[in-house]
């Protein structure tokens, strides 16, 4: 269970405020989506809740925790996941050793290990190992372990991507786009894996997408931003027949709607 | 018998250096341009502490390798903070202030003329036992987290940081390490030589080991060992090439740049697992 807790953030890149005031918050053991047409700063917000960007106003909090202006490791380590819109594997390392990469700052065990060649170095270098190994299992890429990020489909991709931040240990997991560029077949199966996670893990995941059909089904509240400020929230039935929403996607038109 | 040897050793000093090259550049992908400083650093502070100060060898030694660190220190703090193209500007500002205080200090150093009259210490074994030390220390670092993550970073920065990984110490930690490496390369050298000059130690070097690192591929450990064998012991033996050593470097790199961009090896590495597979392919195949 953790609470994030996002109070009025801010960022203009010269005179364009891509994040206007923007405030929420994500309580115990829940999905919420970010939607909103393109350049609607939505990624931005992710880039300013992990220190991609610094913020200009605002403030985050992580269980109580004040994680503003920290840097990005450290805002990692404090809980804080994430996944990329377009994909950011490490070439040059395997299946395998992209997500230990993630895990690895927990493996405590330090340079003099490594010098000494101590056997604590090859224990945690196991312990290390067997938890990336179990990460790639729940997300379906066993025996994928010693091929190579970028020899693998599109969709196999994304899910490395997706255990690569789970083994950061995170209190929150911000997916962005994480079914862009997948076919029919394939976003039905993230939906299912993506509850799979929720279930098994303690923590919240915020989710930006476009795929309208996964953020509907996945979360239980839906926040939408246009031109970086809030411009609706609440459960998806409540965001579908919004008016503000239909007219900033679709532009001003007559809808109908029945709820 | 006696000049092969002698060869043999000076490769081995060179290889410890390149190692340094080989974690910096190669497994980090930052371009130090003065990494021979460190070179020059080991080699006269641990001259000087022992034929001006009497100091006990081990001792001249140790304090040579913590200079190298102090001055690593030094110049890595203020760069790994900075874009990788800034890092090979500092590093090579770096590498030639070396030598100018070198040259400057001549009541201490010997300035232009050199430091001579160190006794030779350094046998064939000691390099090759402390090759393979290193060899170990950098196997075993590049199969630890620091060596996943330092390939991680060099891949993909931004990336890295959001996988929790300390971007700026990480690439502080490799630095240094290559800097005490490189310094006792330069312990080595001076009670090998007997005698040391500032010009010996410039960018040229550095750059030769960089070209070493990259002709080998970036990526393997195996590649530094083996082009470094390839291109220092090689001009040695065919000593009529020696004059053309530079001009046959370029050529060799351009080949490779346009044949094989990745360098001989490319991510490759010659383990045991990996000589294991090769023979049960072959017995096999047999």
Not at chain 1, 241 to 253: H, I, K, N, S, W
Not at chain 2, 69 to 93: K, N, W
Request: hydrophobic share 50%.
């Amino acid at each position: 269970m953790s609470s994030l807790e996002v109070k009025g953030i801010s960022k203009a890149f010269g005179g364009v405020k891509a994040i206007d005031d923007f405030s929420f918050e994500v309580d115990g053991h829940d999905i919420v989506g970010i939607i909103g047409p393109n350049g609607a700063g939505k990624t931005t917000v992710f880039n300013l809740l992990t220190g991609v960007y610094s913020l200009d106003a605002g403030q985050v909090f992580l269980d109580g925790k004040n994680l503003t202006g920290l840097p990005q490791h450290a805002i990692t380590r404090a809980g804080i996941a994430r996944t990329f819109q377009n994909i950011r594997l490490f070439r040059g390392l395997n299946v395998l050793e992209n997500v230990m990469t993630a895990a690895d700052p927990y493996s405590g065990y330090n340079l003099l290990d490594v010098c000494l060649f101590t056997p604590r170095k090859r224990r945690r270098e196991k312990a290390v190992k067997d938890l990336s190994r179990n990460y790639l299992k729940i997300v379906g890429l066993e025996g994928y372990e010693k091929e190579k990020p970028e020899s693998l489909p599109y969709g196999m991709q994304r899910k490395l991507e997706l255990a690569r931040a789970l083994a950061t240990n995170p209190r929150i997991l911000l997916l962005d786009e994480p079914a862009a560029g997948l076919n029919p077949s394939e976003v039905r199966a993230f939906i299912d894996l993506a509850r799979t996670i929720h279930a098994q893990f303690q923590f919240s995941i915020i989710i930006i997408e476009h795929r309208l059909e996964v953020v509907m089904e996945l979360s239980s509240r839906i926040f939408v931003l246009n031109f970086g400020k809030l411009l609706a929230m609440g459960t998806p039935a409540e965001i579908v027949c919004d008016r503000a929403v239909t007219e900033a996607y679709l532009g001003e038109e007559e809808t109908e709607c029945s709820a | 018998m006696e000049y092969l040897v002698s060869t043999l050793t000076f490769t081995g000093i060179t290889l410890i250096g390149v190692l340094g090259v080989y974690m910096v550049t190669g497994l980090t992908g930052l371009f130090s341009f003065g990494q021979a400083a460190f070179l020059a650093i080991g080699a006269y502070v641990s001259a000087v502490l022992y034929k001006n100060l009497g100091l006990p060898l081990p001792l001249a030694a140790l304090v040579a390798m913590l200079v190298g660190l102090a001055a690593g220190l030094l110049v890595g703090l203020p760069t790994v903070r900075l874009r990788r193209d800034y890092i090979s500007l500092v590093t090579f500002g770096f590498g030639e202030a070396i030598i100018a205080v070198l040259n400057n200090t001549a009541n201490i150093t010997g300035g232009a003329m050199g430091l001579s009259g160190v006794p030779q210490k350094t046998s064939f074994l000691l390099v090759f036992a402390s090759l393979l030390v290193c060899v170990a220390i950098v196997i075993s670092y590049k199969n630890s987290k620091y060596g996943r993550q330092c390939l991680a970073l060099r891949n993909d920065e931004l990336a890295a940081k959001s996988m929790g990984i300390n971007v700026e110490r990480l690439k502080l930690v490799t630095f240094l390490i290559a800097s005490v490496m490189t310094s006792f390369a330069g312990v080595l050298y001076v009670f090998y030589t007997t005698y040391v000059e500032p010009g010996a130690f410039g960018w040229v070097i550095s750059a030769e080991w960089m070209i070493i690192v990259f002709v080998g591929g970036v990526n393997s450990l195996t590649g530094a060992v083996f082009a470094t064998f390839i291109l220092t012991g090689l001009p040695e033996f065919l000593r009529f090439a020696s004059e053309w050593r530079i001009a046959i470097y370029c050529v060799i790199v351009l080949l490779i740049l346009n044949f094989r961009p990745s360098g001989i090896f490319g991510e490759h590495e010659i383990s045991l697992s990996f000589l294991q597979k090769l023979f049960r392919k072959g017995a096999r195949a047999a």
